[in-house]
T-cell receptor, first 116, second 114 residues
Framework: ETGVTQTPRHLVMGMTNKKSLKCEQHLGHNAMYWYKQSAKKPLELMFVYNFKEQTENNSVPSRFSPECPNSSHLFLHLHTLQPEDSALYLC???????????????FGDGTRLSIL | SQKIEQNSEALNIQEGKTATLTCNYTNYSPAYLQWYRQDPGRGPVFLLLIRENEKEKRKERLKVTFDTTLKQSLFHITASQPADSATYLCALGSSGGGADGLTFGKGTHLIIQP
């Protein structure tokens, strides 16, 4: 059971294609995140949005472009990807409140991306 | 650079025993530490939070300790069951406040054998 929905669940694309990953949260949260999970590597933070404003870009290549039109939706636009970008892309959300650190992050089940 | 190490890639425990997972970190002063469970093909699920000024937290069969001097957290599952088999992730958060992104370890794949 998850209040964070990611689509599509699987995506295969060529290096010259353009595609977008979508994330939607139904939990009333105000912060959203993109993480990348590659085999044998820890989850890597990519982007953070707090109240729709991007607050962190963790040195992610420009071929990944995030968009957060409102606090419930988050997109990751992909173009000219490389084979090493094949991974599981996870979206998460949380509720940020003044003085309350460490709120749990709620994850979607991810999009499994394969670059041919 | 910041580094998080979880004791082993895989841990086999007999059903009914206590499973103990380790999370060590270097070059980091976290404000809090979280543990997540991840099943194959699914996203991580939050289990427990422990803050820097706390030594121990418990939730049902789960217990977490946090030693900021040793830079280590231990995660215990007592009376383990085959359904506890999963990958367990340690994650650290900074004191920056706001929408902290987490720094994760690689995880420990726990297998509880009947």
């Amino acid at each position: 059971e998850t209040g964070v929905t990611q689509t599509p669940r699987h995506l295969v694309m060529g290096m010259t294609n353009k595609k977008s990953l979508k994330c939607e949260q139904h939990l009333g949260h105000n912060a959203m995140y993109w993480y990348k999970q590659s085999a044998k590597k820890p989850l890597e933070l990519m982007f953070v949005y707090n109240f729709k404003e991007q607050t962190e870009n963790n040195s992610v290549p420009s071929r990944f472009s995030p968009e957060c039109p409102n606090s419930s939706h988050l997109f990751l636009h992909l173009h000219t990807l490389q084979p090493e970008d094949s991974a599981l892309y996870l979206c998460a959300s949380t509720s940020v409140a003044q003085g309350a650190r460490g709120q749990p992050q709620h994850f979607g089940d991810g999009t499994r991306l394969s670059i041919l | 650079s910041q580094k998080i190490e979880q004791n082993s890639e895989a841990l086999n425990i007999q059903e009914g025993k206590t499973a103990t997972l380790t999370c060590n970190y270097t070059n980091y002063s976290p404000a809090y530490l979280q543990w997540y469970r991840q099943d194959p093909g699914r996203g991580p699920v939050f289990l427990l939070l422990i803050r820097e000024n706390e030594k121990e937290k418990r939730k049902e069969r789960l217990k977490v300790t946090f030693d900021t001097t040793l830079k280590q957290s231990l995660f215990h599952i007592t009376a383990s069951q085959p359904a506890d088999s999963a990958t367990y992730l340690c994650a650290l958060g900074s004191s920056g406040g706001g929408a902290d992104g987490l720094t994760f370890g690689k995880g420990t794949h726990l297998i509880i054998q009947p």
